[in-house]
């Protein structure tokens, strides 16, 4: 299975990349976590928020692999705790061979990005860094796998 992270910008500090990388690399080869960076269109001080939130969002479907299930990352989706993520990527591995989870920028996701996805997921009441997310799904995404694999990283 593949597990694609698309998200809005590029450029991140190197210590985002290590540890996206850390994570990503950890997998076995049944499954696979790929990382899609979509730069964001260029802003002017002008620039309406909602046109650029909305030509991201373009970008973000575009870049969706065929017959993936689509998650949102959205601040009103609903929230897992490790076990239940772990239950979804069981079920993922039985119904999909790829799944895309979504990272909107500044001003979150496209109106069309929301209606297009299967689920939303909120990560916490908290906002974070949109170059943590990234570090923070790869961890929990690895979290969950180990998890399902009775692998020593995650202890109850």
């Known amino acids: 299975m593949e597990i694609h992270l698309l998200a809005i910008g590029t450029r991140m500090p190197k210590w985002v990349d290590d540890g996206f990388t850390d994570y990503a690399r950890r997998f076995g080869r049944d499954c696979q976590l790929k990382l899609k960076e979509i730069p964001s269109p260029r802003k002017s001080k002008s620039e309406d928020a909602g046109r650029i939130k909305q030509l991201e969002g373009q970008l973000l479907l575009a870049a969706i692999p065929p017959d993936a299930h689509v998650i949102a990352l959205d601040e009103r989706g609903k929230n897992h705790d490790t076990k239940a993520v772990a239950e979804k990527l ?3 591995f039985e119904q999909y061979r790829r799944v895309a989870i979504l990272v909107g920028g ?3 996701l496209s109106k069309e990005c929301l209606d297009h996805c299967h689920e939303r997921w909120s990560l916490s009441a908290m906002t974070f860094p949109h170059a943590l997310v990234r570090v923070i799904v790869a961890e929990q995404i690895y979290r969950a796998y180990s998890l399902l694999n009775n692998h020593p ?4």
């Open 90 to 92: 069981g079920q993922w």
């Open 106 to 108: 500044a001003d979150g």
């Open 153 to 156: 990283y995650h202890r109850v």
